[in-house]
């Protein structure tokens, strides 16, 4: 059974800082893209940041240079730093695991709420 347990989030000040954490379970870990994603209320979701298996990395141009995706292959976890947070990062944020090259191998975890006050 595949599991994805995010923690990590919280309310937080405009200008803090907070990370996230995305343990897996029930996957070879390696061979998964890991990602985060986040939805706001009454939008759509949408990618923050993205780590392959060989560990370059994809970040979504409004978080660039605040936000940092890391892998821990050893403990099957991603991370998302976030530093200089703003009040338009608020959002659930979901982690995603992605099978590189087989089609269907896609899981999500339940979420973890970011809410960053002015």
């Known amino acids: 059974q595949v599991k994805l347990v995010e923690s990590g989030g919280a309310l937080v000040q405009a200008g803090g800082s907070l990370r996230l954490s995305c343990a897996a379970s029930?996957?070879?870990?390696?061979?998964?893209?890991m990602g985060w994603y986040r939805q706001a209320p009454g939008k759509q979701r949408e990618l923050v940041a993205a780590?392959?298996?060989?560990?370059?990395?994809n970040t979504a141009d409004s978080v660039k240079g605040r936000f940092t995706i890391s892998r821990d292959n050893a403990k099957n976890t991603v991370y998302l730093q976030m530093n200089t947070l703003k009040p338009e990062d608020t959002a659930v944020y979901y982690c995603?695991?992605?099978?590189?090259?087989?089609?269907?191998?896609?899981?999500w975890g339940q979420g973890t709420q970011v809410t960053v006050s002015s």
């Open positions: 029930g996957i070879i870990f390696n061979r998964y893209t």
């Open positions: 780590i392959f298996s060989g560990g370059s990395t």
């Open positions: 995603n695991a992605r099978a590189v090259g087989i089609v269907g191998y896609n899981y």
